[in-house]
T-cell receptor, first 112, second 110 residues
Framework: DTGVSQDPRHKITKRGQNVTFRCDPI?????LYWYRQTLGQGPEFLTY????????KSRLLSDRFSAERPKGSFSTLEIQRTEQGDSAMYLC??????????FGPGTRLTVT | RKEVEQDPGPFNVPEGATVAFNCTYS??????FFWYRQDCRKEPKLLMS???SGNEDGRFTAQLNRASQYISLLIRDSKLSDSATYLC???????????FGKGTSLLVTP
């Protein structure tokens, strides 16, 4: 399968713990995006990378959130000191320049 | 006000019916427009792009009215497999963040 992959698919954590998610984009896609989706809502943009450069961050991305794409390939999204309000589906997408975005299956986070 | 507004539904229609979804967007600088489909607990998947001239893909027809900032999706001859949430999506510039509506839920019944 050469689509976007995300790991883990599910994560349950206790409030206050740190979590890290990984996204592997489609090979050769230079743009990578993170979105968050809560129940009953559409996905909301968090941040995006062009190669290794983080070019835009949403106001939703608080100081507790950090994303990296160190070699312009896979990306990680870390949430520090998780809160119950962080419970959501975290979606990663990739694209080749300005072409359409392909989404991964998402990581479902539950903070207890 | 959200940048993309959709009627959340749900729309319950019988097989074979025609159903239309509407969407409005607030940012007149938006340049690209799409409809995505999302099945329960799955990722969004691109259904079709939307062009000013209108475009059709089989049973699906999309329309864009830039003056009214209005986008529509028409599904003809509904199938059971069309049951999903349909997300209206705009972006300011190709390759940048996508702005999603909340989605419109469709249930096609036998």
């Amino acid at each position: 399968d050469t689509g976007v992959s995300q790991d883990p698919r599910h994560k349950i954590t206790k409030r206050g713990q740190n979590v890290t998610f990984r996204c592997d984009p489609i090979s050769e896609h230079n743009r990578l995006y993170w979105y968050r989706q809560t129940l009953g809502q559409g996905p909301e943009f968090l941040t995006y990378f062009q190669n290794e450069a983080q070019l835009e961050k949403s106001r939703l991305l608080s100081d507790r959130f950090s994303a990296e794409r160190p070699k312009g390939s896979f990306s990680t999204l870390e949430i520090q000191r998780t809160e119950q309000g962080d419970s959501a589906m975290y979606l990663c997408a990739s694209s080749l320049s300005s072409s359409k975005q392909y989404f991964g299956p998402g990581t479902r986070l539950t903070v207890t | 006000r959200k940048e993309v507004e959709q009627d959340p539904g749900p729309f319950n229609v019988p097989e074979g019916a025609t159903v239309a979804f509407n969407c409005t967007y607030s940012n007149s600088a938006s340049q690209s427009f799409f409809w995505y489909r999302q099945d329960c607990r799955k990722e969004p998947k691109l259904l079709m792009s939307v062009y000013s001239s209108g475009n059709e893909d089989g049973r699906f027809t999309a329309q864009l009215n830039r003056a009214s900032q209005y986008i529509s999706l028409l599904i003809r001859d509904s199938k059971l497999s069309d049951s999903a949430t349909y997300l209206c999506v705009v972006n300011r510039n190709s390759g940048y963040a996508l702005n999603f509506g909340k989605g419109t839920s469709l249930l096609v019944t036998p």
